[in-house]
């Protein structure tokens, strides 16, 4: 496997970032480098500026309008994107168009691919359910055939961003014969349809990403299934493994070890900044350390999948995404100290500016830690994901 860095890849880092950090719109900059919380429009408007210059979709193949590049050149753009305090990529992007892409039918290409890149239709995934969240084939949202269309009725849960959402690419039960993944099925389903409910949860910082989906006697056109009636697994499967290398995500964390050295750099213990102060440096040079390892984990997965990881290294890549994740925010804590505690969730959550207790810099890092200790949820537990690379062990090797 050729991982080497041409010259042409190292002119290719350079333009991004140059291109990148000048389109950036300033005030959007502003919110990201505080931790702050996107509105829609916000993600609305810089996927709209990427898509003008074709980057919207940076893992999607060329013939269906993305760039072409290589997993080093999409790495390249990602970090581009979060050194310039850009938004972070929407993930749903790199769902639903390749599930589309390599499942659905033309008319649904047509249809749904051209709304992805500038989110003119925003998506939600509505997988999990109130008692089907690891054990997702146990789900029961029961979608039964009526002529040319499917009636739905149920429950789905920690849906994010259905408030916001056009569509919800969706699991439903279309059989209960056989194994519980075999009566599965993979619906689009437009959220203006009479029947579908839609109610806020909102997460410990107090921000509203979350709902429930409630679906009653939803219909549902039947050239809206993906694949097959009862093929749904194979397509949610595939998915998922996206979903997982997606929460591999090193941008975030990058970004998150950039905001504590800023923090770092304004405080003080010991009668040095923090970021002279040998425990932390020895702290962050660690986790530094180690995110390159991840990074170089990445590239080496995505190279030998031709840019996607399968299972179950998708699974390793997404504990050691957690991991790296939730060590950082717990850094970030640390930080911050006692100050880290005030907290203006006006502020945080994008709904007013102005001056946040103790100043932006540190408002919001107890939210921001609070918030990823998701990271080992979603998307599929880590005990979950530990279970899947002890499977695929055993089926290679054998259990003793
Ligand atoms: C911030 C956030 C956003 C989300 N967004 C979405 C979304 O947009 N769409 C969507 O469909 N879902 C979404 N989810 C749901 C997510 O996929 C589920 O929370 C996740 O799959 C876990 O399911 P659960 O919450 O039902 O927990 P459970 O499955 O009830 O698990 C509870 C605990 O038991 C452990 N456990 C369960 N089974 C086993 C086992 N067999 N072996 C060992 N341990 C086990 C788990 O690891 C966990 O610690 C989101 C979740 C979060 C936190």
Known sequence: MELGWSTSDLEFREMIRAEISALVPADIRTRVENIQHLKKEDYQRWQTILAERNWATPAWPPEYGGPGWSPLRRIFFEEACFLAGAPRPIPHINMIGPVLQAFGTEAQKERFLPGIPSLTEWWCQGYSEPSSGSDLASLRTAAVRDGDHYIVNGQKTWTSWAHWADYMFCLVRTSDAGRPQEGITFLLI???????????????DGAHDLND???QDVRVPVENVVLRENEGWTVAKYLLNAERTEIAGL?????LLQYAERLAAGQRRDGVTLADHPEFRSRLARIRIDLKAHEWTVMRVMAAGHG??????ASVLKICGTDLLERTSDLLMDLGGPAALAYDPAVHLGRANGAAPYGHALNGTAATYLEFRKAG????????????IYKDAAARWGTS
Not at 251 to 255: H, I
Not at 377 to 388: R, V
């Open 190 to 204: 437009d959220m203006s349809t009479p029947g579908v409910t839609v109610r806020p949860i909102y997460s410990l």
């Open 213 to 215: 989906v409630f679906l």
């Open 251 to 255: 941008g975030q964390t990058k970004r």
């Open 308 to 313: 996607d990881a399968s299972a179950p290294s």
């Open 377 to 388: 949820i979603i998307g599929g537990t880590t005990e979950i994901q530990k279970t899947l």
